[in-house]
């Protein structure tokens, strides 16, 4: 069983639109959580950190739920520069595991 | 601001030849990471190093050594390329304990 599981979708969604990613995680003793994003042919870079009671950063609003092992990313207001693929990480220690990422395109 | 670099960012190998992929972070980080990343399989890891004069194997060591020269580098040999390597390789690092992993712009890698 993968650590890390994510729909790898693609979403494709018009300008403005709300879009929900979700992901799941198998270790219940995972630490730290993370969305990523990585553009085509580019190295991930950090999005946002994930917490228990939530956070947000501008359009972008991330949720933990440890119980479910249930990690969300909501984007609202989508831009035309939000296309790209986005990736679930948790960390256990020294180690990070990867979901295989979800794919959004955003369509004029 | 360098970063994380890495060389070459492209390589065309023939089956059995060897190579080192080099990695190096200015960020005075203390772990590194070797990652490779293929189609529907995401990023797995392949080896890392939580400090300097420490590796260990992650999920997909098999046909990979590494090297922590130093602090600064991390460096990843594939002694007899298989096709089976052909992969996107990413370098990252991160401060120990710190929750953040910064990566390199990656080596596409192609074995024939």
């Known amino acids: 069983r993968k650590e890390v599981e994510q729909d790898p979708g693609p979403f494709n969604v018009p300008e403005g639109a709300t879009v929900a990613f979700n992901c799941t995680y198998s270790?219940?003793?995972?630490?730290?959580f993370f969305w990523y994003r990585q553009d085509c042919r580019k190295e991930p870079k950090l999005l946002m950190s994930?917490?228990?009671s939530g956070n947000e950063d501008g359009r972008f609003t991330a949720q933990l739920n440890r119980a479910s092992q249930y990690i969300s990313l909501l984007i609202r207001d989508s831009k035309l520069s939000d296309s790209a693929t986005y990736l679930c990480?948790?960390?256990?220690?020294?180690?990070?595991?990867f979901g295989t990422g979800t794919s959004l395109t955003v369509i004029p | 601001n360098a970063g994380v670099t890495q060389t070459p960012k492209f390589q065309v190998l023939k089956t059995g030849q060897s190579m080192t992929l080099q990695c190096a972070q200015d960020?005075?980080?203390?772990?590194m990471y070797w990652y490779r990343q293929d189609p529907g399989m995401g990023l797995r890891l392949i080896y890392y190093?939580?400090?300097?004069?420490?590796?260990d194997k992650g999920e997909v060591p098999n046909g990979y050594n590494v090297s922590r020269l130093n602090k600064r580098e991390f460096s990843l040999r594939l002694e007899s390329a298989a096709p089976s390597q052909t992969s996107v390789y990413f370098c990252a690092s991160r401060l120990s304990g710190g929750p953040i992993q910064y990566f390199g712009a990656g080596t596409r890698l192609s074995v024939l």
């Open positions: 960020m005075n980080h203390n772990s």
């Open positions: 190093s939580a400090s300097e004069g420490t590796t």
């Open positions: 270790n219940s003793a995972s630490q730290s």
């Open positions: 994930v917490y228990s």
């Open positions: 990480v948790v960390n256990e220690g020294n180690q990070f595991y």
